[in-house]
C-alpha cells in the first residue's frame, strides 16, 4: 500500500478537494483506494457515502495498520493535530497544496517545519487555485523554493468543477475536461514519484 497524506497548516487551500479529486482518480484506473478523514470537523467524511468505489478509514485503523488498499490518502486539518506525526511517519508521500501568492507561499512555514521533522521520503508542493498563468509570479516560486521540496510540474486551476467536486463524485462527473487532465496529471506526478 502507498500512503499519500496531503497537509498544510494554512485553511482552506484545497487538501479535502485533492484528496477527494485523486482518491477518484485512482479509484476510476482500477487500484482498491481508501480515504482517512484526519480532520475533526470532518467534511471528508460527510460527502465519503457519495464517492464511488472509495472506502473510508478511520485514523485509529490507519495507525493500527488495519487498511486493505493499494492506495491510501490521507486528509488532514490545517491544525497541527496530536496525530499528524504519526500518520506521517507511516506516509511514502507528502502532498502539499498551496495557493500561488506571496504570503499564501510565506504561510508554508509552518508546514515544512512539520515535515522536516518527520521521516517521509518524499513530498511536493502543488500550485492549487491557480487563475492564469501569470499568477504564478518569480517571487512565490522563489519563496516556495526556500523550503527545499520539490514543486510538481502540475498546477490546478480555479475552476467552478473543482468547487463543485464534492457533489458530482469529483471532476469526473463533471464536464470539466481541464480539470479532470490537471488531476490526472497530478496522480501521474506523484505516481512517479512514488
Ligand atoms: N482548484 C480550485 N478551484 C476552485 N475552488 C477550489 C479549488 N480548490 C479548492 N477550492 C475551494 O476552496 C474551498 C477550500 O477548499 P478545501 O475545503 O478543499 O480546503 P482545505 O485545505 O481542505 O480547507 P481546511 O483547511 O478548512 O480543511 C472550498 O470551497 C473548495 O471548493
Ligand atoms: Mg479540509
Given at each position: 500500500m502507498k500512503t499519500i497524506t496531503i497537509l498544510q497548516q494554512?485553511?482552506?487551500?484545497g487538501k479535502t478537494t485533492l484528496t477527494l479529486n485523486l482518491a477518484l482518480f485512482f479509484a476510476k484506473e482500477g487500484a482498491k483506494v481508501a480515504i482517512c478523514?484526519?480532520?475533526?470537523?470532518?467534511s471528508l467524511t460527510d460527502i465519503?457515502?457519495?464517492?464511488?468505489?472509495v472506502d473510508l478509514v478511520s485514523v485509529e485503523r490507519v495507525l493500527a495498520g488495519q487498511v486493505d488498499a493499494q492506495v491510501l490518502l490521507i486528509d488532514t486539518s490545517p491544525r497541527n493535530d496530536i496525530e499528524l506525526p504519526k500518520l506521517l511517519a507511516i506516509t511514502d508521500y507528502a502532498l502539499l497544496p498551496v495557493r500561488p501568492g506571496y504570503l499564501d507561499a510565506l504561510a508554508m512555514k509552518a508546514t515544512a517545519t512539520i515535515l522536516k521533522a518527520s521521516s517521509v521520503p518524499k513530498s511536493g508542493i502543488v500550485l492549487n487555485?491557480?487563475?492564469?498563468?501569470?499568477?504564478?509570479?518569480r517571487d512565490v516560486l522563489d519563496m516556495l523554493a526556500k523550503f527545499d521540496i520539490p514543486i510538481l510540474m502540475t498546477r490546478i486551476g480555479q475552476r467552478v468543477s473543482y468547487t463543485r467536486s464534492a457533489m458530482t463524485?469529483?471532476?469526473?462527473?463533471?464536464?470539466?475536461e481541464k480539470a479532470q487532465q490537471e488531476i490526472s496529471l497530478l496522480a501521474m506526478e506523484i505516481h512517479y514519484h512514488l
Open positions: 494554512k485553511g482552506g487551500v478523514d484526519a480532520d475533526s470537523q470532518g465519503a457515502d457519495m464517492l464511488e468505489g487555485q491557480v487563475q492564469h498563468r501569470n499568477s504564478v509570479t463524485n469529483g471532476v469526473f462527473g463533471s464536464d470539466d
